[in-house]
């Protein structure tokens, strides 16, 4: 998977935010918010063809977390992405 082109990483008041950018992205009516650790994933990943596990190997690299609670969080993130439009196959 690959993020979609034109979304962009805001921290605004503290929040981590997803903000459409571009005309192909005009009609974006959501806005998603992330945490601190979604945030980091979206950043490491951004530009670059990434999996499921792919995530789940950085948030073991970055956080003090066991590889099943990684690879669970890591497919929720990685799904809410796609469901979100920010991401594509």
């Not at 979604?38 to 951004?46: I, K, P």
């Not at 590889?67 to 196959?89: N, R, V, Y």
Request: hydrophobic fraction near 45%; aromatic fraction near 8%; glycine fraction near 6%.
């Amino acid at each position: 998977m690959k993020a979609k082109p034109g979304f962009s990483l805001r921290n605004v008041c503290g929040e981590h935010i997803i903000v459409a950018e571009g005309q192909d992205n005009i009609d974006f009516s959501k806005v998603i918010s992330m945490n601190e650790s979604a945030a980091y994933l979206w950043q490491a990943v951004n530009g670059r063809e990434f999996t499921a596990e792919t995530l789940a190997a950085m948030l073991m690299d970055e956080y003090e977390v066991d590889s099943d609670t990684a690879a669970m969080d890591a497919k929720e993130i990685a799904d809410k992405w796609l469901e979100a439009g920010i991401t594509e196959m």
